[in-house]
């Protein structure tokens, strides 16, 4: 036993030094989780966000609820911005070192609460709109974040909801169709039609978030019939883009193709009762050469000239072969005639 103890302190000494002991104070730094979602007075009123026609100077009152999931007390920064869609079609309000200029303006709150384990707090807050608002939506986004400062860069983490506000008025639905391209893949089966790959970018040029019933047409042959498919617009804020692609399969290659994009925007949210819906399109011709047609034409012309070479060879040897043996048949009557004559004849 006490031979064995130099290599059993010798083995637990490797151990401490291999294994790393973490900070007290990351082992007792919670992990903080919550959440904020619209509210009335007494809390949470299972509204996913705050949707509200306002008029030009109106001021209204709104509720958030902020749950801390977590077990211990949470002091959270609350704050409003103008809203956006990411290009992925997400909602996001800008972050706190850019300023916001339209909707974001309008909400007021104040700028920390603190919540309890495992607790929720409702908070009020107003919306404001001005006098001189222009109709139409102005999204924004209220969220309660907490930043983290590590050793150089601080993270701020936020978490809410959008608020989708619209000033009375006229609404316009509209969106423009732009940067329209379209390519002609033909099929190298020349009994198959190719493919026109459609792409194009809607704009929303009105005022409302809008959603976008599209359709592109391309040509059957000889102009008859055609083939259309669908090529719809997700939700776009006002002033945003989407890019749509789209693909027409069973297409000829017939040459010069007026493609054809046709958009019907529809209002998002609130009344749409009465919103100018302007329909949008537009055209773009593709040429599409029929190649493997073409080659299938070349084939068979150079099958019939070389058909043609050798029927028109096989005949002319024919000939020399018929020639020859009327050429030897003359010849042969002739010395018969020469061996049948009597001796002295002329």
């Known amino acids: ?34 959440a904020v979602q619209p509210a009335d007075g007494n809390g949470p009123d299972g509204r996913r966000w705050i949707e509200r026609t306002l008029d030009p100077g109106q001021v209204v009152t709104e509720h958030l609820a902020v749950r801390n999931f977590s077990d211990a007390a949470a002091t959270f920064a609350l704050k409003a911005a103008d809203g956006y869609l990411t290009d992925k079609g997400r909602f ?9 200029t339209d909707g974001g303006t309008w909400i007021a709150v104040q700028e920390t609460v603190t919540v309890g384990a495992r607790q929720t707090k409702v908070v009020p807050f107003t919306i404001t709109v001005p006098r001189d608002a222009t109709p ?7 969220a309660a974040t907490v930043t983290s400062t590590g050793d150089t860069v601080a993270v701020e983490s936020r978490v809410g909801f959008r608020v989708m506000l619209r000033a009375s008025g006229t609404i316009t639905a ?3 169709v732009g940067d329209l391209t379209a390519t002609y893949r033909p099929s190298w089966n020349p009994f198959s039609a190719g493919t ?3 792409g194009y970018t809607a704009t929303n040029d009105g005022n409302a978030a809008v959603t976008g019933r599209g359709r592109v047409t391309v ?14 617009i997700e939700e776009t804020l006002p002033s945003g883009n989407r890019r749509i692609e789209a693909r027409v399969t069973g297409v000829w290659a017939v040459g010069p193709l007026r493609t054809a994009v046709d958009v019907i925007p529809a209002v998002l949210g609130g009344d749409p009762a009465g919103a100018e819906i302007r329909p949008a399109s537009a055209t773009v011709t593709v040429w599409a050469v029929p190649w493997s047609q073409l080659a299938l034409v070349v084939v068979l012309l150079a099958l019939v000239v ?22 030897e048949g003359r010849a042969q009557a002739r010395e018969a005639t020469l061996a049948g004559s009597p001796p002295g004849a002329p």
């Open 1 to 34: 036993m006490i031979r064995t103890l130099p290599r059993l302190l010798a083995v637990l000494a490797a151990v401490l030094v291999t294994v790393p002991i973490a900070p007290a104070g990351a082992l007792a730094e919670p992990t903080l989780t919550w």
């Open 174 to 176: 509209s969106l423009a």
């Open 219 to 232: 040509p059957g042959l000889f102009g008859l019939g055609g083939r259309t498919v669908p090529a719809d």
């Open 196 to 198: 026109v790959d459609v």
């Open 92 to 100: 996001n309000m800008l972050p706190s070192h850019q300023k916001s």
């Open 136 to 142: 139409g939506d102005h999204p924004a986004g209220i």
């Open 306 to 327: 070389a058909a043609r070479t050798v029927i028109r060879r096989r005949r002319q040897r024919l000939a020399r072969l018929l020639d020859r043996a009327r050429e």
